[in-house]
């Protein structure tokens, strides 16, 4: 790989270049469910009048999902906006990998169903149960268990995270009755015995990330694995106990639960099982996988690991080999604007709390741990809150601008990337008063910057990884009209949304004469070379077009 050529008409700015990523601040429509627009953001709305300011799409296949019906999301907004490039990404690429039954060629689809089908046991599945297509799609699950009993496998156990975080947020009964629904077709032809065997809350168990909360995967544990824990005779019947106890309790918020068949659990991990975790993504599935994989294994107390074979859809972590086994290789992305820098001998740094730490690191770095070259980079993480976003929405915003106003004012980095988290971790909440505190103190934050960008003469490029609190409230499918709860107030959406996000270059001291290049549909992926001509590089070739020219 070669380094960076310099740009033939400028220099670059003679302070730091600093790309802040207002994680879930999209552009909607301007109504009482976005709450961007309904919160005072004076810094941003300054920008927007002021600065150069354009729109970037941040869905769909601008960021390499299958279809433009599909919504952003962190892992592949920052994959997108690292590598400067689309890539395929992991729902497409399982697609794929089904249709040309590539799958059920590779070696591990093999050793795990040739496993269970040897030894008679079970075949386990785990994951986030919905069609989200953030983490995981159950079409992906019923490929796979049409197939296994089509291989001859006779027991499969299902271990249900219920969502409500991508998809509407108490959507569970819906996804359970359906899969029901298909489980008894399967079960009712082919003699074959396919049952839910646990599940919970995807945000109350197992799917932590960042090891942010460690007994979130404990007691997903003790659930899936152990089958310890409240039983119940269904997983509807279980959902529907928990939001009768707890009235308004979200999806995603759901206790752990056991499905119990004559007195004993229907589904615990035993000794000569497989186990299959299905989500593809990464950030959210390192955890369980590392329990299953590792040994010794000092997070939590697992009691005595069932020795069984374990596989992810995808490698979750390719440098730490986090799991051993998977399905499906994930999409190699080389060549990020971090690796041309290191390349280069360019300083950078890059900051976020716990909660969004590898996504300017790992994922932004093409799902790559470590740094390229420690000589020229710094990374740093602010320990997240460990209470309710909604509690604390401002979050970790004002020390983590504390320490990039510092690091600007430093002069030390001449590339400085940074997430704030709340319109998103706020966001998806669904907690209208709350959300909007958090966009106040990210538009604060941004404020902040501004103020040392123009004291170092350096430039600010603001924009977002993919829209959220733009879009809280839920809609009527037909009319789009906003639902109302029974005191008037709407109904929130806790999911990402499918709008563009804003992007503001801002360059206070006028050197790079910087104006909208004019490419037509840019999606986050210009923001790579859009950093680039700031500093006074050319881009390399193959990266999408930057979002201003320069010169
Ligand atoms: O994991 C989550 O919290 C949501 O599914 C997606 O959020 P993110 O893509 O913004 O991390
Ligand atoms: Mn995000
Ligand atoms: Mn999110």
Redesign the pocket.
Known sequence: MESLKKHPRFAGVEGPVVLVVM??IGIGRQDEGNLVHRAKTPNIDWLAEHAIASQLKAHGTAVGLPTDGDM????V?HNAIGAGRIFNQGAARINTAIEDGVLWDGEVWRELTGNVKERKSTLHFIG?FSD?N??SHLDHLRAMLRRAKDEGVGTVRIHALL?G??VPPTSALEYIDDFEGFLADLNAEHGVDYAIASGGG??NIT?D?YEADWDMVARGWKIHVRGEGRAFSSAREAVETFRGEKPGILDQDLPGFVIERDGAPVGPVRDGDSVILFNY?G??AIELSRAFDEDPFDKFDRGPRPDVKFAGMMQYDGDLEIPKKFLVPPPHIDRTIGEYLSKTGVKQLALSETQ?FG?VTYFFNGNRSGKFNPDYEDYVEIPSDRCPFEDKPEMKAKELTDKTVEAIESGRYRFIRLNYPNG??VG?TGVFEAVIRGIEAVDEGVGRIMEAVKKTNGALIASA??G?SDDMAARDKKTGEILRDEHGRPRPKT??SLNPVPVYVYDPSGQSNARLSGHPDLGISSLAATSLVLMGYEPPEDYTPSVVEVG
């Open positions: 994680d879930g952003g999301n962190s892992e907004g986030l989200g953030v983490h969502d975080r991508d995807r945000m799917m990330r993504r950030d959210r969004k996504h998103d971790m998806h990884d993919h959220n999911a990402h």
